[in-house]
């Protein structure tokens, strides 16, 4: 079998208008500039656009022996009426609440204390950073085991006695639960909030200072009247990230308290998706769980844009 | 040095002086024994045997210091194999999110191909949907996926591709991108150099830093990844190291424990003294990731 089709090859193209060429050129370049773009779209199609309308989906969904069914508000009612489900928003609530007092407020004030030391710069940030840096599995063994034992040979009891203070049972006492996990989760994470507003800090123009201190304004109104209102918009967003954060709770009662904790005072909302869903083989109501997650994360969210566009 | 809250002419003196460095020595001290205190401790606890660590008041410094913690925790957790296996899902998850992320990063800068923007805006969304809320659709992808009904568990690809679809990968990376002026690009452009070729002599030489920076977070988000791995990697073999210490840690004693935790967070403490500049300089740079 031949091939050969002279007339044809040898024919010269005629010569495109100028406003195809132009149009051809713009089409390449776009499947060039759409070739570069696949892979993480792609990944960004399976593993975050897709699962968020699934997720949706699955929540009004049963699936039972691979047989998947619309059951309308189903899950929804099922889950609501776990008596967990209000003691798993209590504890969130009361572990975000805690942790914006302490986890918040505090890497501020080390910031602006950092910021007014001239020496040992280098080593007190890489101190404050270098819990960030551990696996939070490791550091929540270490203060399991060695920090929150109940017994005395614990590492806080033996402080507590050393200063003759009531000691505590830690994660043993229902009361002591969670200000125990916040006390933990600020140590893992306060290196990062203290780094930015360290930055931030460092942008406020001096002659502020100056001009306040030539009106008479001490260290505290310094603070409240330069330092605050220069910073605002970093700690409005810190905020902002530290309650959707601290909401997401999980490692800290899955290894400090095995998950639920005494009586219930640990679980928190997240956990209850982990159980719903991975131990009690009901992905569907996890689903829900989670959908009720995102609205209550987009109320918060809701009202930050609010407060923060009515300042403005 | 620009003025800050207290004036340095005050720091200096009589008064002020003292009180400066008195305040200095408190804070030095105090974020030492805050900080560094409880990693002394998990150290030297390990090192103690599982009586003297029951003994109250608890020993400063162990007695009769022994490493067998530490060497039961190397053996019976198999610590070897869990630390190849996070390293080598933080490999992976370095190259394919370098790989990914800054050829769409150079798209979304310089190629600018239609609807460009709306796939930049829809990644950015994603920074705002918590990672809890996603976790079950998640696994349900992951272990059937769609069109191609592949199971991914425990295949490293489950962590791997996750971590590419990371939105401020792409914000750091687009955003560097736009500072390199266009002038090179269409210089390079005149010469006849294929957009890839762009990619690869020009922009990447020049953005060194900031792909440094974008490896070291892919490498500590890996190292310290918990719940899904926990769920993607079901079986020993796969396991990483927090996910394995946390699977082993109900059957084994407290002190062994401790020792693999110490283990598994000397790779993560040597990163950060080895790039604590570029650590620190990307996060405040970023200053979105806390």
């Keep these: ?312 | 040095m620009t003025r800050t809250l207290i004036s340095q002419a005050q720091l200096r003196r009589g008064r002020g002086r003292f009180l400066y460095w008195a305040v200095l020595a408190v804070v030095v001290l105090g974020f030492t024994l805050v900080f560094l205190g409880p990693l002394y401790w998990m150290v030297t606890g390990a090192l103690k045997s599982g009586q003297e660590i029951a003994q109250t008041p608890p020993t400063l410094w162990p007695r009769d210091p022994e490493l067998r913690n530490y060497a039961d925790a190397w053996n019976n957790l198999d610590l070897a194999k869990l630390m190849f296996n996070t390293f080598y899902y933080a490999a992976g998850a370095v190259f394919f999110q370098l790989v990914f992320d800054t050829a769409a990063a150079y798209a979304l800068s310089k190629l600018r191909p239609a609807f460009g923007n709306v796939i930049l805006a829809a990644m950015l969304a994603t920074l705002m949907i918590p990672a809890m809320v996603l976790i079950v659709p998640q696994y349900v992808t992951a272990i059937d996926l769609p069109i191609v009904h592949v199971n991914l568990l425990d295949s490293p690809w489950a962590i791997w591709l996750p971590l590419v679809a990371n939105a401020f990968n792409i914000f750091l990376l687009k955003r560097f991108f736009d500072s390199i002026p266009e002038d090179l690009i269409a210089a390079a452009q005149v010469d006849g150099a294929s957009p890839l070729r762009t990619l690869w002599s020009i922009i990447l030489p020049m953005s060194r830093p900031i792909l440094g920076v974008v490896s070291i977070f892919a490498v500590t988000a890996v190292w310290k990844d918990f719940l899904w791995p926990k769920l993607v990697m079901p079986s020993p073999e796969t396991r990483t190291l927090s996910v394995g210490i946390y699977a082993f840690s109900g059957g084994t004693p407290q002190n062994v424990v401790i020792a693999a935790s110490v283990i598994a967070a000397i790779p993560t403490v040597i990163i950060f003294l080895v790039f604590q500049r570029n650590i620190m300089s990307g996060l405040t740079t970023g200053s979105l990731k806390g």
């Design chain 1, 1 to 312: 079998m031949t091939i050969v089709a002279p007339h044809i090859t040898k024919q010269p193209s005629p010569p495109a208008p100028v406003a195809r060429t132009k149009r051809s050129r713009k089409l390449r370049d776009n499947l060039t500039g759409h070739a570069f773009l696949i892979g993480a779209v792609v990944c960004f199609a399976l593993f975050m656009w897709f699962p968020m309308i699934r997720g949706i989906v699955m929540s009004f969904q049963r699936t039972r022996r691979g047989e998947t069914t619309w059951v309308g508000w189903d899950n929804y009612t099922r889950i609501v009426a776990d008596p967990s489900f209000w003691i798993a928003w209590k504890n969130t609530f009361v572990f975000t609440l805690l942790a914006l007092v302490l986890g918040y407020l505090l890497p501020f004030f080390v910031a602006i204390l950092l910021n007014e030391l001239r020496h040992f710069k280098g080593y007190l940030r890489i101190l404050v950073y270098l819990p960030v840096m551990l696996p939070p599995a490791s550091a929540l063994f270490l203060f399991k085991y060695y920090a929150y034992d109940p017994s005395d040979a614990g590492l806080f009891n033996a402080i507590l006695k050393v200063l003759h203070l009531p000691t505590s049972e830690w994660m043993q006492s229902p009361g002591m639960t969670i200000p125990a996990m916040v006390i933990a989760s600020t140590w893992m994470n306060m290196g990062g909030a203290v780094l930015i507003y360290l930055a931030s800090l460092q942008n406020i123009p001096g002659e502020l200072y100056e001009a306040a201190e030539l009106d008479g304004a001490g260290v505290a109104r310094r603070i409240w009247n330069v330092t605050i209102p220069q910073t605002r918009l970093i700690l409005a967003l810190l905020a902002m990230l530290q309650i959707v954060a601290t909401m997401q709770l999980f490692i800290e009662p899955l290894i400090l308290a095995n998950g639920a904790g005494t009586q219930d005072s640990a679980t928190s909302v997240a956990y209850l998706i982990y159980q719903h869903g991975f131990f009690q083989n009901d992905l569907n109501g996890a689903a829900a769980l989670g959908v009720i997650m995102l609205l209550v994360l987009a109320a918060f969210s809701a009202v930050y844009v609010r407060l923060t566009t009515k300042q403005d």
